[in-house]
């Protein structure tokens, strides 16, 4: 059974860190990488965020028994499977999953320009998620 108590507060932290990347990222591009402080915490906001999103994709496969993922790519495609996110979404959703890995794994080489750009190109997939979840509770 789906825990709708954490579901919905794993939600409303997608929804604030996301305000906060996409704030931060309002500054120039030259100053945002050129600014540790503001790449880094919204590099991180961003990061929070995607771990939430997972965090939720997760709960829910397991809770609705739509079969062990492989991978965290692989638990979006188990929603849309399963009938949560239209499968489109699903497969808007999985840059970000890389942006995800990217943000955990490679940090060492992070190109805060290109995550400058994804946080103010486009961050409406991943908010089209949390309202395809609500509409689950």
């Not at 190109?121 to 309202?131: E, K, P, Q």
Request: proline residues 4%; positive net charge.
């Amino acid at each position: 059974m789906v825990d709708r108590a954490l579901v919905t507060e794993r939600l409303k932290l997608i929804d604030d860190y996301l305000r906060l990347a996409e704030r931060l990222s309002r500054n120039a591009r030259k100053r945002f990488i050129e600014n540790p402080e503001i790449h880094m915490l919204a590099e991180r906001a961003l990061h929070l965020a995607l771990e939430a999103m997972l965090d939720v994709s997760s709960h829910i496969v397991s809770a609705r028994n739509l079969g062990p993922p492989q991978s965290y790519g692989d638990v979006i495609f188990r929603l849309a499977e399963g009938g949560v996110i239209p499968e489109r979404l699903a497969h808007q959703l999985r840059p970000w999953v890389g942006m995800r890995n990217v943000l955990v794994h490679g940090y060492s080489k992070l190109d805060h320009g290109q995550v400058h750009q994804a946080i103010r190109r486009d961050l409406s997939s991943v908010r089209r998620f949390c309202a395809a979840v609500s509409k689950l509770l």
